[in-house]
């Protein structure tokens, strides 16, 4: 058997590359593969009893800088599992600069450089920099390239490598089935938010992090709750990790919008599937995106979906997915939105649409790209 190495930022249940990761590893042939987790950020509901129930480690060590120490944490840490793992899997964008070297050195095969975005991953200019020169490493110190779109494989490994067939992507997969329309999950649900069957619950699922432009969102449903008064928000995610929670800010937005009694954070769930289910409408105005798990999942619950044209179109799955573009700003986004409701559009659909997410297909890719390294 083999074990591969998968460096995270975190093992969060509210990160949407760690749920990917997870997917993979629940659905993988363990007998064959075994994932073991380096991470950097310690938080409150993290994998890591189910990490270790399926026969995995986690490994916490300091985040990346130029200290002394963390150069010596880097040797100790690779230099005392020296054998152990045949790839390392980058999924953080700068995994593969600052551990590739180190890694070989100390008997790893194959370093997998894993893009999962079209964008750095932050607001700010000096940041923004120094991830530019992680990416550009990233393509020269890994022997696996991968990808979650075509989008997402052009921002890290470029044309020219696509063209020649350099790059391999691999789709974020879900348990499809699980996502399906559930009419008694809705009424539960949102009997348990306390709202009858007139409101229209407008919603969103994903972290407190800047891609995911929740102020916008709230501007959007500002202006759609001009004209459909007994609108509600439903916000699922936790706190951002990759480039710091914005919670903060969108909680000062909806103070000052005077909507505090209309907006409800939801937190981190398991019943994410169920919450779809309960929702009318989706709305997904992210600034970038390397595929957008999130909507295929609301695609899957039969949900009219609306996003940032800057998302990977490969991720339109049904007619109910619009796009829009993002300096079009709120109240076209709303005027749209309110056009295009259909409260009586069916929710169901045809899952053989959603095969090419299916993670019982794309497991078996996965394993075999591990397997060929």
């Not at 980058?90 to 999962?116: E, N, P, Q, R």
């Not at 800057?310 to 573009?325: G, H, Q, R, S």
Request: aromatic share 10%; net charge neutral; charged share 25%.
């Amino acid at each position: 058997m083999m074990r591969i190495l998968h460096v995270v930022h975190a093992i969060t249940r509210g990160g949407g590359l760690s749920n990917v990761v997870m997917n993979y590893y629940r659905h993988i042939d363990r007998e064959k593969v075994q994932f073991d987790f380096l991470y950097f950020r310690e938080v409150e509901n993290d994998f890591k009893d189910e990490i270790e129930s399926l026969g995995g480690r986690c490994f916490y060590m300091s985040e990346p800088s130029l200290s002394l120490s963390f150069f010596k944490e880097r040797e100790s840490f690779f230099k005392g599992h020296q054998g152990e793992w045949q790839i390392l899997h980058c999924h953080a964008l700068f995994a593969v600069s600052v551990f590739a070297k180190t890694a070989k050195k100390y008997g790893v095969k194959s370093v997998a450089a894993h893009s999962h975005s079209l964008g750095y991953g932050t607001g700010n200019i000096i940041k923004n920099i120094r991830n530019f020169a992680f990416v550009l490493q990233a393509k020269k110190l890994s022997d696996i390239h991968l990808a979650c779109s075509n989008d997402s494989a052009q921002f890290m490994f470029g044309k020219t490598e696509i063209d020649s067939g350099g790059v391999t992507i691999i789709n974020n997969a879900i348990n499809c089935a699980d996502f399906l329309f559930n009419r008694d999950a809705r009424s539960r649900i949102r009997e348990n938010l306390s709202m009858d069957h007139k409101t229209i619950l407008m919603g969103h699922v994903g972290g407190f992090a800047y891609l995911k432009n929740h102020t916008f969102l709230l501007d959007i449903f500002s202006e759609f709750q001009k004209r459909h008064q007994n609108a509600i928000l439903l916000l699922v995610g936790g706190e951002g990790i990759a480039a710091g929670s914005t919670k903060k800010a969108v909680l000062e937005k909806v103070k000052q919008a005077d909507i505090e009694d209309r907006v409800i954070f939801a937190g981190l769930r398991k019943d994410v599937n169920d919450l779809l289910s309960a929702m009318d409408i989706f709305v997904f105005p992210s600034l970038f995106e390397g595929l957008g798990l999130a909507l295929i999942e609301a695609q899957a619950a039969g949900l009219q979906c609306f996003a940032s044209e800057v998302v990977p179109k490969e991720v339109k799955i049904t007619d109910n997915l619009t796009f829009l573009p993002l300096e079009a700003g709120a109240q076209e986004w709303a005027t749209n939105i309110i056009s295009s409701y259909d409260k009586n559009r069916s929710r169901e659909v045809n899952l053989k649409l959603f095969e090419k997410y299916d993670i019982t297909i794309t497991q078996k890719e996965l394993l075999n790209i591990y397997q060929t390294a």
